[in-house]
T-cell receptor
């Protein structure tokens, strides 16, 4: 079936360090997958961070980037220099035109000041 | 525009009870989703509706979980009978086509 696997948390990094949260997907029933990163900040609801619907393209938001790699079936989330305000839970998700998005288990990120 | 509204925010039930969770999607959105959120499993799909028609029903949840869309602006999720393992946060989300999902704040269910 369709599924998403992402870095198991919790992940702790220091402020200004670089970050990568891995995400790989398996799209057996989706011909043209769409890929998403959602984020839940403390005390807030789940919200979209970035999305990419075309293989080979890169999405970016709030200093985060992710490239849709069809060859490696990956959509890793990266940031060059994290801030304490980036502390949150990050979810990778896989969707299609007629499919409900499938989410990974989530990665809790804590950024130390 | 109002976002996705879920009620109640918290629900406590005894094992074996029937509970009904409610969701009002963003006005004009035609896709509605129910997910269960746990720390171990993350977000698990329960049901997906498009224009009030059921598109997907989470296979593992079919026996005791039933979602319905009574009209385009209201959905319910019934759990009957509840079990302690159902304790989780239940999220409702809506979207327009395949675009961004907008999530509600969730209902935290505790089954004793």
């Amino acid at each position: 079936g369709d599924s998403v696997t992402q870095t198991e948390g919790p992940v702790t990094v220091s402020e200004s360090e670089s970050l990568i949260i891995n995400c790989t997907y398996s799209a057996t029933s989706i011909a043209y997958p769409n890929l998403f990163w959602y984020v839940r900040y403390p005390g807030e609801g789940l919200q979209l961070l970035l999305k990419v619907i075309t293989a080979g393209q890169k999405g970016s938001s709030r200093g985060f980037e992710a490239t849709y790699n069809k060859e490696t079936t990956s959509f890793h989330l990266q940031k060059a220099s994290v801030q304490e305000s980036d502390s949150a839970v990050y979810y990778c998700a896989l969707g299609g035109d007629n499919n409900a998005p499938r989410f990974g288990a989530g990665t809790k990120l804590s950024v130390k000041p | 525009d109002a976002g996705v509204t879920q009620t109640p925010r918290h629900e406590v039930a005894e094992k074996g009870q029937t509970i009904i969770l409610k969701c009002e999607p963003v006005s004009g959105h035609n896709d509605l989703f129910w997910y269960r959120q746990t720390k171990i499993q993350g977000l698990e799909l329960l049901s997906y509706f498009r224009s009030k028609s059921l598109m997907e029903d989470g296979g593992a949840f079919k026996d005791r979980f039933k979602a319905e869309m009574l009209n385009s602006s209201f959905s319910t999720l019934k759990i009957q009978p509840t079990e302690p393992k159902d304790s989780a946060v239940y999220l409702c989300a809506s979207s327009l086509g395949k675009e961004t999902l907008y999530f509600g704040s969730g209902t935290r269910l505790t089954v004793l």
